[in-house]
């Protein structure tokens, strides 16, 4: 069973099913610390470690050689509370050598409609975007 328990202030040490540690925090200017990601934070966190796994995991089996590879994100939130995410723009960053771009685009977009969960869980309520750049050049 996930937990979070209090540590200092607002700060809080959450356990996860899988009895891992997780840090949580906020701002200062609302009584935190800023010792560790804020929940929101972690929520963005959550979308790009799950669709990254789900690319290196499809790019893997379609023996997709690459140098360099990076999941970006930019975003808008509510200006009321609850300051929900409105917005979220994904940018899936490559650089490689004879890249090939079709199975490029098919790792993203499997990972897009198909496997990301947490992608699948916020596209509900979020508007997602994507983008993917090959040796600074966008493919999409």
Avoid: W
Wanted: with cysteine.
């Amino acid at each position: 069973m996930a937990y979070v328990k209090p540590i200092e202030g607002l700060a809080l040490m959450g356990s996860t099913d899988s009895g891992h540690q997780v840090p949580i925090d906020t701002k200062k200017a609302v009584g935190g610390k800023e010792s560790a990601a804020s929940p929101m934070e972690l929520v963005i966190q959550a979308l790009l470690g799950c669709t990254a796994m789900d690319v290196i995991s499809i790019l893997r089996k379609m023996k997709v050689d690459y140098d360099l590879f990076e999941v970006h994100e930019t975003h808008e939130k509510a200006q009321e509370h609850p300051k929900v995410y409105t917005k979220i723009h994904l940018i899936f960053r490559f650089e490689g050598v004879d890249m090939d771009h079709e199975k490029i685009r098919k790792a993203v977009y499997l990972s897009k409609d198909r496997y990301c969960s947490v992608s699948a869980m916020l596209k509900q309520t979020v508007d997602i975007s994507y983008e993917i750049t090959v040796n600074g050049q966008r493919i999409d």
